[in-house]
Structures are given as C-alpha cells and as structure tokens.
C-alpha cells in the first residue's frame, strides 16, 4: 500500500497560482509514475496530468495545457503541479495518484490515490 499525502488546496482569485504537493513518506517513489486528476461538484473524475517515474515525460489534459506544469523530485519522495493563470472552472477536488504502469496510460489505470485538496478559483 502506498500512501499518498497532498497539500497547498485553498482559495484563489482568477488568473492566480496555486502549487500542490503531493508525498508519499517512507515509500519507494521512484517506481511509480505519478499523476493529477481533478472531480468537480456533479462532474466525473478526470485525469490533469502525468509524469513517468524519472520527469522525463509529462502528459496534460488539453484544459490545463500551458497553464500547469507537474514536476518531481525522487529525492523527497515528492510530485508537485504548479497551476498558473487558474479558471473558475478549475475549482474541484484534485487527487495525487500512482501507478505502476506506464504514464501514457495513466489516466486509465491508477493503482494508489491521496484524500485529495480543495482547489477554489473565484471569479
């Protein structure tokens, strides 16, 4: 079982930024590719972005393309995504993951998720 702990949720105007962090304390991080997915009130779950077990490959969701960049450090057992220029439309739960899998297929499968943080952008 692997644990996922993330955190930097809360309350910002449009065209702000916010950085999530995402740890996963006491576990072999660098195995796992590592992702972002997102669930808004009454909407479904949807992937926002990927990244493969060494940083060298990301994946985004068309929404968030220019506008959110994941990174990791394996070092600190740690992913991050930094969301600039945020929407009202990106105010959701957003939820770290991993998988053993490969990234490219990540928004498919996952095998281990956080409790998730609130992300609010006001209009």
């Known amino acids: 079982q692997v644990q996922l702990v993330e955190s930097g949720g809360g309350l910002v105007q449009a065209g702000g930024s916010l950085r999530l962090s995402c740890a996963a304390p006491?576990?072999?991080?660098?195995?796992?590719?590592m992702g972002w997915f997102r669930q808004a009130p009454g909407k479904e779950r949807e992937f926002v972005a990927g990244?493969?077990?060494?940083?060298?490959?990301?994946y985004y969701a068309d929404s968030v393309k220019g506008r959110f960049t994941i990174s990791r450090d394996n070092a600190k057992n740690t992913v991050h995504v930094q969301m600039n220029s945020l929407k009202p439309e990106d105010t959701a739960v957003y939820y770290c993951a991993a998988t053993q899998g490969e990234v490219a297929t990540m928004r498919f499968y996952q095998d281990y998720w956080g409790q998730g943080t609130q992300v609010t952008v006001s209009s």
């Open positions: 006491g576990r072999t991080f660098s195995r796992y590719a």
């Open positions: 990244i493969s077990w060494s940083g060298d490959t990301t």
